[in-house]
């Protein structure tokens, strides 16, 4: 595979060196001369000096056989700048963008970039799980926000502790993925039996999370666990 990033800063440094160690075709563009210089002590020819923004460096590195881009850059009208041309004169396939500021999100996905990554978002996430989910840890968010992954350690209270899963009446819209006892992993079936200590490996739409979480471990309904869905981004 063939990855083009764009922005020589410390997650493009540490992208570049992982992929070229795991044996992918890469290359790095970076404007300052001296960040340049320095990373090709490093890395070696993979590293270009150029304005990524530019057609003629996008040509010189041949973004038009490129197989994913990512532009990483400190400067998010930079980084759109690089996944529109990408995208829509070099017809590169895939092309993710660090978005700085969590705002413009949106417009980067209306603007046809593939994923965007927010630190801001992700971090302001945690902190939403910390405060608002209690045992019930959020794992991942799947197609826009539209599935969660979500975990949960079962404690004596639970109310799920000594039924089987066929006895268990989940949400409609989820399911149980897997459940982790001590270094076992066991795949669901109706008669499996939740015992204290379980992790159970769930599947939800985010209306459903706080059913699910009464569901699996009881108490109070707690508000639904904030992340950057696509329809939060849209209210």
Request: glycine share 8%.
């Amino acid at each position: 595979m063939y990855v083009i990033v764009v922005g020589g800063g410390k997650v493009g440094y540490y992208l570049t060196r992982t992929l070229v160690a795991e044996g992918h075709e890469v290359t790095l563009v970076e404007k300052d001369a001296r960040r340049a210089a320095a990373l090709r002590t490093e890395l070696g020819e993979v590293i270009t000096r150029g304005d990524g923004c530019e057609v003629r460096t996008m040509q010189e590195m041949g973004m038009e056989r490129a197989d994913c881009v990512v532009a990483v850059t400190g400067d998010d009208e930079d980084n759109l700048v690089v996944c529109q041309m990408a995208k829509h004169r070099f017809e590169v396939a895939r092309t993710i963008a660090r978005v700085n500021d969590p705002k413009n999100e949106e417009i980067f996905a209306l603007l046809g970039v593939d994923h965007t990554l927010s630190g801001t978002r992700l971090i302001y996430s945690l902190i939403q799980q910390e405060v608002d989910v209690g045992e019930m840890v959020l794992l991942s968010a799947l197609k826009a926000g539209k599935i969660e992954i979500v975990s949960a350690e079962l404690t004596e209270e639970a109310p799920v502790v000594g039924k089987i899963l066929q006895d268990i009446r989940l949400p409609k819209s989820s399911v149980i993925a897997a459940l982790i006892r001590e270094e076992s992993v066991l795949l669901p079936s109706g008669t499996m039996e939740f015992m204290e200590g379980d992790t159970v490996i769930a599947l939800a739409h985010p209306e459903d999370e706080p059913t699910l979480r009464t569901c699996l471990l009881g108490g109070v309904t707690k508000s639904p666990i904030t992340t950057a869905t696509e329809e939060e981004r849209k209210k």
